[in-house]
Structures are given as C-alpha cells and as structure tokens.
C-alpha cells in the first residue's frame, strides 16, 4: 500500500516554502571577512518589492474586474488595499537609506548590468495603470516569459479603462473616444470627458469617492516615485545606472506625470 504523496502534514514552513525563500539571498560581493555587509539588506529589499508588485498586479487586475462589473464597495476595498500596500513600498525606502553611498559602492561593481530598471513586473504595474510605451516591451528579449506578460498587458485595458466602464455601468455619458480610445496607448486627458466628471463629483457621491480613491492611487504612485529618485540621488549622486540607464537624472523624468490625467484637470472647474 503507497502512502498519498500530500500525507505529510502541512506546516509553516511547507506551506511558506520558507527554506526555498530564504535561499535566495545570494551575495556576490566577497573578501577576507565574508560579503559585503549591506549587500544583504540590498538583495532583500529588492527582493520584497518584487514580491509587492506580484501583490499590486493581482489587486489591480480585481479592481478592473470590480470596476467593469460596477461593484463599487468591492472595487473601493482593493483600491483601500492597493494605497495601503503603496504606504509600505514608500516606507520601505527609509529602510535602504540606512545604507550609506560608501557601503553600496563596495558591492556595486558586482551588480555588472543589473538594475531595477529591468524590473518586468514593475513595468507591467505601470501598464495597468496606463502609462504604456511599445519600447519598454522591447527591452525584453523575444520570447522571454518578461516579453510575453508585458505583451499581454500592452494589449490589455487600464485600470482607467475599467472606471470608464464603472461609469457607463452607473449610468453616465462618457464621450466614444474615451470609452474606446486606443488602450495600448498612454492615457493622455480627454476634455470631451471633463463636464461629465464634474457632474459626477457635484452629484454623484458614491461615485465621487471611487474617483478620488484613484487619485489616492495617483498620488501615492507619484510619491513612490519622487522618494525613489531622492534615495538613488542619495545613494549614487548623478552617476550612470547599472543597467546603462542615466540614474537618478532618468527616473527625474517619471516624476510628477498623473497616471490619470483627466481627474486632475478638472480641479480647477469644480
């Protein structure tokens, strides 16, 4: 008689895949006395952020579907979780800025061409939110897994794209070249859109709450963002980035872009 393979019982660590998880951390640095100290905080932090953007890609794909659906208190409780899980991602930068720019040159050189910059998954939650470029796609080699979920997302519509159907399921007018603009494109302000979102925060406030949940999002986008560049300015000054990227002055370029530019500008007409 065999014994079930799943008769083991389960535990913390089996069902966590702790000792998996925690082989992962491989330094590359090396000397008389070890690897280099911070270079484990380094590996671990960045570690953890990918970890946060597989959780913001699985909330925001169920907010699409909430939004399309027309469930708004469904809809506002993941967009809650996704500013909350946004809250620690920011906080964890003051975490990486107790390493000082002397410790991470010690161990930089071992990073050879690797960089955040290449963080698929992270340009794959900047295409959910909207802010697409076909050149981000094609910084993945041909048929590399990377290349086919930023594909997949490329062809896929926004979170914006979602509220704009969230909208329609309320009953309100929204403009044919929003509702069924190009969503492989970059969401740029749509004014035909704009008196229809002004009606909607003077007389719908259940709707209202769900549009400023997303500016929420937005802005905490936008501060993730700005403390970011200020620990890689920190960090490394002005130098080139690993990955041949132009550091800190590239990711000055991302700064204070609304990924959803209509809810902005509307402010001054309300």
Do not use: N
């Not at 959780?55 to 027309?70: F, I, K, T, V």
């Amino acid at each position: 008689m065999t014994t079930p393979a799943d008769s083991t019982p389960l535990t913390y660590g089996r069902y966590l895949k702790v000792p998996e998880l925690l082989a992962l951390q491989q330094c590359r640095s090396d000397g008389p006395d070890g690897p280099e100290h911070d270079e484990m905080l380094f590996i671990v932090i960045h570690q953890v952020y990918e970890l946060w953007f597989k959780q913001q890609l699985w909330e925001g794909d169920r907010l699409c579907r909430e939004l399309s659906a027309g469930r708004r208190s469904d809809a506002m409780a993941v967009l809650d979780r996704m500013l909350t899980i946004l809250k620690t991602m920011v906080a964890q930068i003051d975490v990486l800025e107790t390493m000082t720019p002397i410790s991470f040159q010690s161990f930089r050189a071992r990073l050879d061409s690797a960089s955040g910059f290449q963080s698929a998954q992270f340009r794959e939650f900047e295409f959910l939110l909207g802010a697409k470029r076909r050149s981000a796609v094609e910084h993945y080699p041909d048929g590399s897994d990377e290349r086919s979920r930023l594909e997949r997302r490329y062809e896929a519509p926004t979170i914006w794209d979602a509220f704009l159907r969230f909208l329609v399921e309320a009953g309100l007018d929204v403009p044919t070249e929003a509702l069924h603009r190009d969503v492989r494109t970059a969401i740029d302000a749509c004014p035909p859109l704009h008196p229809t979102l002004i009606d909607l925060y003077h007389t719908a406030p259940d709707l209202r709450s769900v549009a400023e949940r997303l500016v929420d999002l937005d802005e905490g986008v936008q501060e993730w963002r700005y403390r970011h560049v200020k620990m890689v300015e920190r960090t490394i000054g002005f130098k080139r980035g690993t990955g041949g990227s132009s550091g800190a002055a590239y990711l000055r370029e991302t700064l204070f872009r609304p990924v959803f530019p209509d809810l902005w500008a509307i402010r001054s007409d309300l």
